[in-house]
C-alpha cells in the first residue's frame, strides 16, 4: 500500500494550493478516504473525508467553506483543494485511507504547506 502526496509548497495570505495523493497497492475505488494535516508542535488533525463514490464529504470546521475534498477513482487519486490560505494552515498534510476522524491508520508521507507573507 502506498500514498504519495504533492502540491505543497510556499504561498501567501488568501492563496491557494491543490493538494494530490496517489495511491497504490489497493482498490482505491473501493476505498472511503480522509486529509489530515499536523501543525508545528501540534497533534494530527482530521481535515476532511469522502466517501468512495465521492459523494457527501464532510469537513472539520476549521476548513469548512475553504477546502473542498475530491476524487478521480479512475486516476487513482484524492484531491484536496485549499483556498483563502492563512498561517494557522502551514502544516504538513496526509492523505490517509479510510471515513473515520482518527488520525491512526494508514497515510502517506504528507507534503508540507507553508503559508507566510
Known amino acids: 500500500v502506498q500514498l504519495m502526496e504533492s502540491g505543497g509548497g510556499l504561498v501567501q495570505p488568501g492563496g491557494s494550493l491543490r493538494l494530490s495523493c496517489v495511491v497504490s497497492g489497493f482498490t482505491f475505488r473501493d476505498a472511503d478516504m480522509r486529509w489530515l494535516r499536523q501543525a508545528p508542535g501540534k497533534g494530527l488533525e482530521w481535515l476532511a473525508s469522502i466517501v468512495r463514490d465521492g459523494s457527501g464529504p464532510v469537513y472539520a470546521d476549521s476548513v469548512k467553506g475553504r477546502f473542498t475534498i475530491s476524487r478521480d477513482n479512475a486516476e487513482n487519486t484524492l484531491y484536496l483543494q485549499l483556498n483563502d490560505l492563512s498561517s494557522g494552515d502551514t502544516a504538513r498534510y496526509y492523505c490517509?485511507?479510510?471515513?473515520?476522524?482518527?488520525?491512526?491508520?494508514?497515510r502517506g508521507q504528507g507534503t508540507q504547506v507553508t503559508v507566510t507573507s
Open positions: 490517509a485511507i479510510g471515513y473515520t476522524r482518527s488520525p491512526e491508520g494508514v
